[in-house]
């Protein structure tokens, strides 16, 4: 992989912040965007700006062919049956969303159960809780071991016939952790139980393949893999979305609606009220081109490297706690760390002083935080155009920050 030639393609890399050089390390959150991404953006609104769907004139039907052929590039991707299966929405929240409304809400009764992990970002807990307090449902939650890994055996104890969905990220957004989900979804529908994995943190990064997890939905984002902010996929398998209501209601997912009645469109258009972020939909298909490019299977590799770099440039700087397995072959690209007595909040203002972007907080994973007895941690991410170096830069400046809060 050449990363300095992948690097001219992202125009950002190139700017200063408080006159260092940018070193962007927060791709969990959202990752930068390349030129041919924006590039397309541009083309979209100055060449063929339309609604989808419904002008017979030629710029609507090259805006509909284009968004619907990112929509193809995404089921491939994935390698989904068909592009039926791929509905487009706003990122992964909205996906889950449109699960816990579409098919939980009428499927999920009294003391039925779901199960979840303590991983899970708030998208992938709030709305089973919720949906759990509505319905009169139980919330049942897998643990993690010291390391980070999810519990296994505490999963298998936990399944029962009451279990009807069981909703797991891939990929921790907090400790990197990958979970079993192949596994996981075999143990679930073994119990007649439907699943959902949350992939906004897997799909990024290492290859995904629905029909080998065997799940039956899975959620992601487009800003967290080179597309623009506002596109998001629900993956479903077809035989479940079809039995499924719709999630929002009004123009384009219908077929025909009467004073008195209304029949809905065909899939995937049931489950895309109103005007779709139709530049999302084609910038996918431009940010996926890039990836495949690039190769799924060597991003992988470079984020693997970049990982363990920085595990051990962590273990070899005195003062810092880090959370998460060790072994990268069961993490995703995501260091979480704290730098003993200095506060993240703190740690990620002196970092800034010094070009470098990382997270602090709770990463909208609290009841995970809670669980390892922390109120905030940083965390570095990394992408396919980090380089070992700006890991150097990151170690260099916590060491500074030490200095400052005289610990060294
Ligand atoms: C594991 C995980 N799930 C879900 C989400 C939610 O993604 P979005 O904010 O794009 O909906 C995130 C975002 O950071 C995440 O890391």
Redesign the pocket.
């Known amino acids: 992989m050449d990363v300095d030639a992948i690097r001219e393609d992202f125009p950002i890399l190139k700017k200063r912040v408080h006159g260092k050089k940018l070193v962007y390390l927060d791709n969990?959150?959202t990752t930068q965007k390349p030129k041919q991404v924006i590039e397309a953006i541009k083309e979209f609104y100055s060449d063929y700006n339309a609604n989808v769907q419904r002008g017979v004139y030629e710029i609507s039907e090259k805006a509909t062919e284009l968004y619907e052929g990112g929509r193809e590039s995404v089921a491939k991707f994935i390698n989904a049956t068909s592009s039926k299966e791929i509905i487009f929405v706003?990122?992964?929240?909205?996906a889950?969303n449109l699960v816990a409304n579409a098919w939980a809400k009428k499927n999920i009764g009294k003391d039925d159960e779901i199960i979840i992990s303590i991983m899970?970002?708030h998208?992938?807990f709030v709305p089973w809780q919720q949906l759990a307090i509505e319905n009169n449902a139980k919330i049942k939650v897998v643990g993690v071991d010291p390391e980070g890994h999810f519990k296994f055996d505490e999963y298998e104890s936990l399944l029962s016939d009451k279990t009807k969905l069981v909703a797991i990220?891939h990929?921790?957004?907090v400790l990197g952790t990958i979970t079993p989900v192949k596994e996981i979804v075999k143990k679930a529908h073994e119990k007649g139980a439907m699943t959902l994995v949350?992939g906004?943190?897997s799909v990024p990064h290492i290859p995904v393949d629905v029909q080998q997890i065997g799940c039956d939905f899975l959620?992601f984002?487009g800003?967290?893999m080179l597309a623009p902010t506002g596109i998001?996929i629900l993956y479903g398998k077809k035989e479940i979305l079809e039995k499924m209501d719709p999630f929002l209601k009004g123009g384009d997912m219908i077929k025909e609606v009467h004073l008195d009645s209304t029949r809905w469109n065909e899939l995937p258009w049931k489950f895309e009220a109103g005007t779709p972020n139709i530049e999302g939909g084609i910038t996918m298909k431009v940010a996926i081109d890039y990836l495949n490019r690039i190769g799924m299977p060597n991003i992988r590799e470079h984020e693997k490297k970049l990982t363990k770099y920085a595990l051990d440039a962590f273990a070899n700087t005195k003062g810092i706690d880090v959370y998460g397995p060790r072994n990268v072959e069961e993490k995703g690209g995501v260091v979480s760390f704290n730098v003993q007595q200095i506060h993240p909040h703190d740690l990620a203002s002196i970092l800034d002083e010094e070009g470098i972007a990382i997270r602090s907080g709770h990463?909208?994973a609290q009841p995970l935080m809670e669980n390892l007895g922390l109120v905030a941690a940083s965390r570095a991410s990394f992408y396919l155009y980090n380089k070992e170096e700006e890991i150097d830069i990151l170690i260099n400046s916590l060491k500074k920050a030490r200095k400052v809060f005289r610990l060294e």
Not at 90 to 94: G, L, M, S, V
């Open positions: 969990a959150a706003r990122n992964a929240t909205e889950i899970e970002h998208s992938n990220t990929v921790s957004n949350d906004a943190q959620a984002s800003h967290k998001g990463h909208c």
